[in-house]
Protein backbone atom coordinates (compact mmCIF):
# COMPACT_ATOMS: atom_id res chain seq x y z
CA UNK A 1 0.00 0.00 0.00
CA UNK A 2 1.27 3.70 -0.79
CA UNK A 3 0.24 6.83 -0.13
CA UNK A 4 0.82 10.06 -2.09
CA UNK A 5 -0.45 13.67 -0.48
CA UNK A 6 -0.66 16.67 -2.27
CA UNK A 7 -2.46 19.86 -1.59
CA UNK A 8 -0.43 21.95 1.36
CA UNK A 9 0.99 25.32 0.78
CA UNK A 10 1.60 28.79 2.40
CA UNK A 11 -1.47 30.44 3.09
CA UNK A 12 -2.58 33.43 5.41
CA UNK A 13 -4.65 32.91 8.63
CA UNK A 14 -8.60 32.49 7.67
CA UNK A 15 -7.80 31.21 4.56
CA UNK A 16 -8.32 27.59 3.24
CA UNK A 17 -6.55 24.77 1.56
CA UNK A 18 -7.55 21.32 0.17
CA UNK A 19 -5.11 18.65 0.66
CA UNK A 20 -5.99 15.37 -1.01
CA UNK A 21 -4.33 11.76 -0.51
CA UNK A 22 -4.41 9.04 -3.01
CA UNK A 23 -3.73 5.04 -1.69
CA UNK A 24 -2.50 2.86 -4.31
CA UNK A 25 -2.11 -1.22 -3.59
CA UNK A 26 -3.92 -3.97 -2.35
CA UNK A 27 -7.09 -2.35 -0.09
CA UNK A 28 -9.65 -3.81 1.18
CA UNK A 29 -12.84 -2.84 3.41
CA UNK A 30 -13.58 -2.00 5.92
CA UNK A 31 -10.44 0.47 6.32
CA UNK A 32 -10.01 3.91 8.21
CA UNK A 33 -8.24 6.85 6.38
CA UNK A 34 -6.71 9.78 7.85
CA UNK A 35 -4.96 12.36 8.53
CA UNK A 36 -2.63 13.33 11.48
CA UNK A 37 -0.11 16.47 11.92
CA UNK A 38 3.15 17.36 13.36
CA UNK A 39 4.89 20.09 14.08
CA UNK A 40 8.61 20.67 15.44
CA UNK A 41 8.80 19.64 18.31
CA UNK A 42 5.82 17.80 19.15
CA UNK A 43 4.23 14.69 18.59
CA UNK A 44 2.21 13.31 15.99
CA UNK A 45 -1.32 14.33 16.66
CA UNK A 46 -4.91 13.03 14.83
CA UNK A 47 -6.52 15.46 12.93
CA UNK A 48 -9.59 13.88 11.53
CA UNK A 49 -10.62 10.19 10.55
CA UNK A 50 -13.13 8.95 8.49
CA UNK A 51 -13.76 5.29 7.94
CA UNK A 52 -15.07 3.24 4.80
CA UNK A 53 -18.48 3.49 6.05
CA UNK A 54 -18.40 7.10 6.35
CA UNK A 55 -17.98 7.47 9.87
CA UNK A 56 -15.94 10.95 10.92
CA UNK A 57 -13.60 11.97 14.15
CA UNK A 58 -12.12 15.18 14.69
CA UNK A 59 -9.83 16.38 16.94
CA UNK A 60 -11.60 19.25 19.00
CA UNK A 61 -8.97 21.97 17.72
CA UNK A 62 -10.47 21.54 14.03
CA UNK A 63 -13.86 20.98 14.86
CA UNK A 64 -15.98 23.38 12.84
CA UNK A 65 -12.80 24.30 10.47
CA UNK A 66 -11.95 21.13 8.90
CA UNK A 67 -13.67 18.60 7.22
CA UNK A 68 -12.38 14.73 6.51
CA UNK A 69 -14.36 13.32 3.04
CA UNK A 70 -13.46 10.36 0.89
CA UNK A 71 -13.91 8.93 -2.58
CA UNK A 72 -14.30 4.95 -2.47
CA UNK A 73 -13.67 4.48 -5.77
CA UNK A 74 -11.21 6.69 -6.60
CA UNK A 75 -9.22 5.63 -3.14
CA UNK A 76 -8.79 8.98 -2.04
CA UNK A 77 -9.28 11.22 1.49
CA UNK A 78 -9.49 15.12 1.14
CA UNK A 79 -9.13 17.23 3.90
CA UNK A 80 -10.45 20.77 3.48
CA UNK A 81 -9.31 23.16 5.66
CA UNK A 82 -11.21 26.65 6.45
CA UNK A 83 -10.46 28.88 8.77
CA UNK A 84 -6.86 28.72 9.23
CA UNK A 85 -4.56 29.68 12.12
CA UNK A 86 -0.82 29.87 12.61
CA UNK A 87 -1.16 26.79 14.81
CA UNK A 88 -2.52 24.60 12.17
CA UNK A 89 0.95 24.67 10.42
CA UNK A 90 2.40 21.61 10.65
CA UNK A 91 3.92 18.33 8.28
CA UNK A 92 -0.02 16.86 7.56
CA UNK A 93 0.70 13.12 7.01
CA UNK A 94 -1.94 10.84 5.49
CA UNK A 95 -2.60 7.21 6.89
CA UNK A 96 -4.58 4.20 5.49
CA UNK A 97 -5.72 1.54 8.37
CA UNK A 98 -6.65 -1.72 8.08
CA UNK A 99 -9.28 -2.34 9.81
CA UNK A 100 -10.82 -5.54 8.37
CA UNK A 101 -7.95 -8.11 10.53
CA UNK A 102 -7.18 -8.23 13.70
CA UNK A 103 -3.71 -7.00 13.21
CA UNK A 104 -4.64 -4.66 10.71
CA UNK A 105 -1.44 -2.73 9.32
CA UNK A 106 -0.89 0.91 9.23
CA UNK A 107 0.45 2.43 6.18
CA UNK A 108 1.75 6.35 5.81
CA UNK A 109 2.52 9.25 3.46
CA UNK A 110 5.02 11.32 3.42
CA UNK A 111 3.57 14.04 4.56
CA UNK A 112 3.12 17.37 2.94
CA UNK A 113 3.71 20.97 4.66
CA UNK A 114 0.64 23.62 5.65
CA UNK A 115 2.09 26.96 6.62
CA UNK A 116 -0.09 29.68 8.04
CA UNK A 117 1.15 33.04 8.42
CA UNK A 118 -0.63 35.37 10.90
Known amino acids: VQLQASGGGLVQAGGSLRLSCTIS????????MGWYRQAPGNQRDLVAT???????NYADSVKGRFTISRDNAMNTVYLQMNGLKPEDTAVYLC?????????????WGKGTQVTVSS
Open 50 to 56: ITSGGST
Open 25 to 32: GNIFSPNR
Open 95 to 107: NFKETWRASGMDY
